[in-house]
């Protein structure tokens, strides 16, 4: 069941990033539609200050009719361009409602959930880095870390915006780059030792900026940011309302 859901979460992805080219195409064609008609208005006020001054009666009466024949075409133009607005606001809405759907989709394969223990994501708990101890608490904080990887991901991808610290998910091996680091580096979300425990701690700053980021494309902003889980929630229940706002 998880694989199916999974499969149908990658689709939509895809969904989503087709959507967005279309919708970027379509930006493009307005702008430049846009773009002819100023150039057809500025011909339209440089044609009639040329006729202003000119004392030929002949060349004036062209120069009328080529007012007209401009001011015909950026009517049609116009009628052209409104239709492109139309057609871009029905992109956005749809694209709106793909963006929900990934996210339903990311929320029911990848849950959250507060229990007894605390927030849980699939039923793995995600502890601070100084309260692990013992490698099944390791596995189990690495585990639910690379779950957070792919919603992350998954969710910047759909939005269209690259994130800050950009994850690569592999599952309990999951790492989170630093591309303001020089050369870019890669941070465990995973500790083999208690040596990586600082790295670890590092890595975790970095994905909960991360979703501090996506958050703030929708207003939100006043978080805590170490609460991972909520906010990751929260995240996807953003995107899901987004599309009722459309």
């Known amino acids: 069941m998880a694989a199916h859901e999974a499969k149908q979460s990658v689709e939509r992805a895809r969904q989503v990033l087709r959507l967005r080219h279309e919708l ?4 493009l064609r307005i702008e430049e539609r846009r773009r002819l008609v100023e150039q057809q208005a500025r011909r339209v006020e440089e044609a009639s200050g040329m006729s202003e001054g000119s004392d030929n009666q002949t060349a004036a009466a062209h120069k009328r009719e080529d007012e007209q024949d401009i001011v015909q075409r950026i009517k049609r133009l116009a009628v052209t361009l409104r239709q492109d607005r139309i057609i871009l606001e029905d992109l956005r809405a749809m694209l709106a409602r793909q963006r929900a759907q990934v996210a339903s989709v990311l929320a029911f394969v990848y849950p959250v959930e507060l229990g007894d ?7 793995l708990r995600l502890v601070h880095a100084d309260d692990i101890h013992g490698w099944l608490a390791s596995e189990e904080t ?12 998954y969710v910047a991808q759909s939005m269209g915006v690259p994130a800050r610290y950009p994850v ?26 208690a040596g990586d425990r600082s790295r670890l701690r590092a890595a975790i700053r970095l994905v909960a900026t991360d ?21 990751l929630t929260q995240l996807l229940l953003a995107i899901e309302n987004s599309s009722f706002a459309q």
């Open 211 to 231: 979703i501090e980021q996506l958050l703030g494309m929708f207003g939100i902003d006043d978080i805590d940011r170490h609460q991972i889980l909520p906010n």
């Open 168 to 193: 690569i998910p592999r599952g309990s091996r999951s790492v989170v780059v630093n591309p303001g680091s020089t050369p870019a580096q890669t941070a465990p979300l995973f500790m083999l030792r």
């Open 24 to 27: 970027e195409q379509q930006r």
């Open 117 to 123: 223990d605390g927030w849980t994501i699939c039923g």
């Open 142 to 153: 690495a585990a639910a870390l690379g779950m957070v990887a792919v919603v992350v991901d």
